[in-house]
């Protein structure tokens, strides 16, 4: 154990190291060199986290000091990375999804020149950095560290291609709406310090007796604002769908990996606070299930296959947040993972879909794809199958625990649910059978390139491919084959104390058989309709009309943001601008400095020449400070 706390500080170094390697060498490193320093770097971290989990795993946890951060009279904050359970489980899922998304990166970004592929590298390096920050810190100022430097990570890769002001303002987006959620973040700090005096886990945890109810519900509200940013919640969600603005890889990091999930380890992390806060769990259940639906029911009538896997991220995402309002914490972190298998497989395929078709993104121009692409047709149904939630795959684990534990919790939100499984398994094989299926409807110049991607994209894919298979069977529930919740046993120490003080919701083995059937039976019932219906899909023009048109458009969100939010600030800027700004600022400023002008020209008069002049003035001067003198 006293080598693995040794090398710890590696895990977030090591991509460190290959951020400024490849950031300060960019004009001078070849694209192999450059791709082989950001993917060695996030494998070497990868291994260390192995071993990590290992000795976590055999029962060592662990709070390393590194040194005083913060060291003031009222306020000690120290630089200490907290190694458990739960953090040891998002080291695998950051850097092990990670490199595979950096290898797949070296062949997908190859036509960069080689000092933007460098700088691609540098930035994806310094993603994983942020995120590995975050899921270390062993207080809430550590974690917001990494937490704002995945916002600018966020930002510099999703405006990667720069030159389309389009990119920029979808890079723009995700920057300003994060801050949003981050100042409610910052916020519950700064209660938190003024309550505990600490930002600890450990000493917050342990003298979370100190808070009222009142402090709790404030804290841990102000904290869910900041996961809706984070992890694209109503109403902080629309930047994602923007994100698809970066590069494909991009988009796998963001939605997979890094990012999206750091909402979800913060409630995790703090789930005592939260399990003491019935109210604040009562909004989150109920935000992440409007989420889901909300987003589910967009991404039925989108046509761009990475706003499709983008609007489903925000429906999977409320899924966890749905797990997280019931209690179901176990549940929620075991979604994270499944979802990290199978969202990056299929944002990862869907880029090779991309890359053979000349950049295409449109569904509509795609079709047959799996007589030229194979391996990536294979991955991928494998991907839309998880997702779906059809057994064994592992979606289908971790979806329904989250269900099973929203019955028992609430029926209705149970029933939301499943609805919202119902519509992602229509809307994700609609994707795949529009994509993979029926005739091709592309261009003959498209149809002519037409090929499987190379070894470095669809190796990746065939591992993700397997997790997204095999990856749930660590949380196979008591009532099938009477499987251990391999999972839940290895998390219940970070669950432990809120599970003594959630009231238990037992539900019997029957019922649990009931509630997979309605489940997988709807999704499958939903995915063989979409199958049937767009399999032969033939292209055409169609006008959207009532509900169609509203799904279509997003609901309007953004233009009702625009609306009630950016139009009236534009307003009130301009206001400020021109009124407050030009006439009664600079007026003021400008005003002083005429002032002062026109005073040194009338005073320089005084200086005439003439010797009776300024005996006069000096005759008047004594007059006055006689008269002064005489009356005070």
């Given at each position: 154990?006293?080598?693995?706390?040794?090398?710890?500080?590696?895990?977030?170094?090591?991509?460190?190291?290959?951020?400024?390697?490849?950031?300060?060498?960019?004009?001078?490193?070849?694209?192999?060199?450059?791709?082989?320093?950001?993917?060695?770097?996030?494998?070497?971290?990868?291994?260390?986290?192995?071993?990590?989990?290992?000795?976590?795993?055999?029962?060592?946890?662990?709070?390393?000091?590194?040194?005083?951060?913060?060291?003031?009279?009222?306020?000690?904050?120290?630089?200490?990375?907290?190694i458990d359970q739960l953090s040891s489980l998002f080291l695998l899922i950051i850097t092990g999804i990670g490199f595979l998304i950096h290898v797949y990166s070296t062949s997908y970004m190859h036509e960069e020149p080689s000092k933007d592929f460098a700088k691609y590298f540098a930035y994806l390096n310094l993603f994983v950095f942020s995120m590995l920050l975050l899921v270390l810190g062993g207080n809430y100022i550590i974690m917001f560290i990494g937490w704002e430097g995945v916002g600018l990570c966020s930002y510099l890769l999703i405006g990667f291609w720069f030159k389309n002001n389009d990119y920029n303002n979808a890079a723009k987006k995700a920057f300003i709406m994060n801050r949003i959620g981050d100042l409610g973040f910052l916020?519950?700090?700064?209660?938190?310090?003024?309550?505990?005096?600490?930002?600890?886990?450990?000493?917050?945890?342990?003298?979370?007796?100190?808070?009222?109810?009142?402090?709790?519900?404030?804290?841990?509200?102000?904290?869910?604002?900041?996961?809706?940013?984070?992890?694209?919640?109503?109403?902080?969600?629309?930047?994602?769908?923007?994100?698809?603005?970066?590069?494909?890889?991009?988009?796998?990091?963001?939605?997979?990996?890094?990012?999206?999930?750091?909402?979800?380890?913060?409630?995790?992390?703090?789930?005592?606070?939260?399990?003491?806060?019935?109210l604040t769990q009562t909004v989150i259940s109920i935000v992440g299930l409007l989420t889901a639906?909300?987003?589910?029911?967009?991404?039925?009538?989108?046509?761009?296959?990475?706003?499709?896997?983008?609007?489903?991220?925000?429906?999977?995402?409320?899924?966890?947040?749905?797990?997280?309002?019931?209690?179901?914490?176990?549940?929620?972190?075991?979604?994270?993972?499944?979802?990290?298998?199978?969202?990056?497989?299929?944002?990862?395929?869907?880029?090779?879909?991309?890359?053979?078709?000349g950049g295409e993104q449109d569904m509509r121009n795609m079709g047959g794809l799996k007589k030229q692409m194979r391996i990536t047709h294979i991955t991928f149904l494998l991907g839309c199958l998880a997702i779906a939630g059809m057994p064994p795959f592992s979606g289908f684990f971790s979806k329904d625990e989250i269900l099973a534990a929203a019955f028992a919790h609430n029926p209705i939100v149970w029933f939301g649910g499943v609805v919202g499984a119902l519509l992602t398994a229509f809307y994700m094989f609609r994707l795949y059978a529009m994509t993979?299926?029926?005739?091709?409807?592309?261009?003959?110049?498209?149809?002519?390139?037409?090929?499987e991607s190379p070894a470095a994209i669809t190796i990746p894919l065939i591992i993700l491919a397997i997790l997204a298979v095999v990856g749930g069977w660590i949380g196979i529930p008591e009532v099938l084959m009477h499987g251990g919740h391999r999972l839940e046993a290895f998390l219940e120490p970070i669950f432990a104390d809120s599970n003594q003080i959630a009231v238990k919701h037992e539900l019997s083995h029957a019922t649990e058989y009931m509630l997979m059937g309605l489940s997988v039976g709807g999704a499958l019932i939903a995915?063989?309709?979409?199958?049937?219906?767009?399999?032969?899909?033939?292209?055409?023009?169609i006008n959207e009309t009532g509900i169609g048109k509203l799904i279509a458009n997003k609901w309007y969100v953004d233009e009702l943001y625009d609306k009630i939010i950016i139009q009236p600030l534009q307003l009130l800027a301009t206001f400020f601008n021109q009124v407050v700004e030009k006439n009664i600022i600079d007026g003021l400023v400008n005003g002083v400095g005429k002032a002062v002008h026109y005073g040194s020209r009338q005073i320089r008069l005084m200086q005439s020449g003439l010797v009776g002049t300024y005996i006069l003035l000096m005759v008047l001067g004594m007059l006055i400070l006689f008269i002064i003198q005489l009356f005070l």
């Open positions: 154990m006293n080598n693995i706390i040794q090398i710890v500080w590696m895990i977030p170094v090591l991509p460190l190291i290959g951020f400024l390697i490849n950031g300060l060498g960019r004009n001078n490193l070849s694209k192999t060199l450059s791709g082989l320093i950001g993917s060695a770097v996030i494998l070497a971290s990868f291994v260390i986290s192995a071993c990590v989990f290992l000795s976590v795993k055999e029962g060592n946890t662990f709070i390393i000091h590194y040194f005083e951060f913060i060291n003031t009279v009222s306020l000690n904050v120290h630089f200490d990375f907290q916020l519950a700090v700064f209660w938190l310090l003024s309550k505990v005096g600490t930002a600890d886990y450990h000493q917050v945890f342990s003298h979370v007796n100190k808070l009222s109810a009142f402090d709790i519900s404030g804290i841990t509200l102000l904290l869910f604002v900041g996961a809706t940013g984070k992890s694209a919640q109503i109403p902080l969600y629309t930047w994602l769908p923007d994100a698809m603005a970066g590069p494909t890889p991009v988009s796998a990091l963001i939605h997979a990996a890094t990012m999206v999930t750091a909402g979800i380890y913060m409630i995790a992390r703090s789930n005592i606070l939260f399990t003491m806060a019935p639906l909300l987003a589910a029911t967009i991404a039925v009538k989108q046509n761009d296959i990475k706003k499709v896997l983008a609007y489903s991220t925000v429906s999977q995402l409320g899924y966890m947040f749905v797990g997280l309002g019931v209690g179901a914490y176990t549940g929620a972190v075991f979604h994270v993972m499944t979802h990290a298998f199978f969202k990056a497989l299929l944002f990862l395929g869907a880029g090779s879909v991309i890359h053979a078709m993979f299926q029926g005739k091709f409807r592309g261009t003959n110049d498209q149809e002519h390139h037409l090929h995915l063989l309709f979409a199958w049937k219906k767009f399999s032969q899909y033939e292209k055409a023009e």
